[in-house]
């Protein structure tokens, strides 16, 4: 049984392209969460969400940044007109209940803006 | 080796040594608290959980202790080893919320 699945493991991009990160849950799993981890930090919660519905984005900025999670494929955070200070580890969990518990993380994807 | 206070962001034991890795919450709504260990370049690997009705949990090598009248958990580690190296983060989850908060975390180095 795959554990979460992110790609890709790193991401170079420059100021103002887009920046797509994928995020495949554990089997079983219907519940998403995207944290961001900025360097010498802890965790930050963006976005939950369940099958095509976003549950709770209090952590997302409210510009450039949008998640969907689709009946079918991956979840995708993504992250348009890319800016320095969006160079971070992105970490997606996945858990087969509503709260955060028994949640399971992905290796993350470490994404770096030049 | 034990990080004293609230909380310091590194922790340098000797191997063999047990450590004891100390955390802060300020939120006392949480009613779910979880130790993760993160190593270098890659994700939060899960360690142990400890819910509110409870004290003390133990799991292999590891115990996590819970004082929710001053808020404060730990993580203790038996026998250290060098593998035990790694970020240690502690995070709690409020009921009626979804997400975990996260401490800041602390570095622990193991000495041969």
């Known amino acids: 049984n795959a554990g979460v699945m992110q790609n890709p493991r790193h991401l170079v991009r420059r100021r103002g392209q887009e920046a797509r990160l994928r995020c495949s849950p554990m089997?079983?799993?219907?519940?998403v969460y995207w944290y961001r981890q900025l360097p010498e930090e802890g965790l930050k919660f963006m976005v939950y969400?369940?099958?095509?519905?976003?549950?709770?984005e209090s952590g997302m900025p409210k510009e450039r940044f949008s998640a969907e999670f689709p009946k079918e494929g991956p979840s995708i955070l993504r992250i348009q007109q890319v800016v320095r200070g969006d160079s971070a580890a992105y970490f997606c969990?996945?858990?087969?209940?509503?709260?955060?518990?028994?949640?399971?993380f992905g290796q993350g994807t470490r994404l770096t803006v030049v | 080796g034990e990080s004293v206070g609230l909380h310091l962001p590194t922790l340098s034991v000797q191997e063999g040594d047990n450590s004891i890795i100390n955390c802060a919450y300020s939120?006392?709504?949480?009613?779910?608290f979880i130790w993760y260990k993160q190593e270098s370049g890659k994700g939060p690997q899960f360690i142990i959980d400890i819910r509110s009705n409870m004290d003390k949990r133990q799991g292999q090598r590891v115990t996590v202790l819970l004082n929710k009248t001053v808020k404060h958990l730990s993580l203790q580690i038996a026998a250290t080893q060098p593998g035990d190296s790694a970020v240690y983060f502690c995070a709690e989850n409020a009921a009626n919320d979804y997400k975990l908060s996260f401490g800041a975390g602390t570095t622990v180095t193991v000495r041969a």
């Open positions: 939120n006392s709504a949480s009613d779910y």
């Open positions: 969990a996945s858990s087969p209940m509503p709260r955060n518990t028994e949640a399971f």
């Open positions: 089997k079983g799993h219907s519940h």
């Open positions: 969400l369940q099958k095509e519905n976003i549950i709770d």
